[in-house]
């Protein structure tokens, strides 16, 4: 029973994850209601049941019956193998912040080429609580501003995501776990 109430709380962030890619920034993600965007008529609730709806209505407007896009359910679908991965300690706090935060910024980038800087921030504050800074967290942050200041062919974007994914790894620490396959490697050598 729990599981499936991580599911359905991971269902709920995705669906929230999918309504403010479509809103921000230009629109609020509060007014107007959930509604339709070819024919604006206004979805009650068995129309945002997340995954279900879409399955329910052949992926379809119930009714107008345009096509809606898959990308809804693929964003619910990944925030709830994320949240049920987390509970099984599968994956940690920091791997799954990253993972949202690349949820949404994927899903930016398709709409607009850009995120907002207010989720970036967001994500950077939560990881800064998760794990300490790193020299690659700090590069990325000084090339992207270095970026912003001059025009250069990568945009600051892109060294903004570099610089969430560099909470994960410390580069100065990657050869300790190497040492751990290392020594198994020689001793499989020896037998």
Known sequence: MTIFLIFTLGTIWGSFFGLMIDRLPEHSIVHPRSHCLDCGQILIWRDLIPIISQLINGARCRYCKIKLTCWYSILELACDVLFVMGWLEK????????????????????????????????????????????????????IAIVTELFSLRMGSGDWLYLSLVSFSADFFQLRAPLKKYEKRYNRLKIS
Do not use: E
């Not at 791997?95 to 995120?115: N, T």
């Open 91 to 142: 994956v940690d706090l920091t791997f799954s912040l990253i993972c949202l935060a690349s949820f949404l910024m994927v899903g930016f980038d398709l709409k607009a080429h850009a995120f907002p800087l207010g989720i970036w921030l967001i994500f950077f504050a939560l990881l800064s609580f998760t794990c300490p800074y790193n020299i690659g967290v700090l590069s990325c942050i000084f």
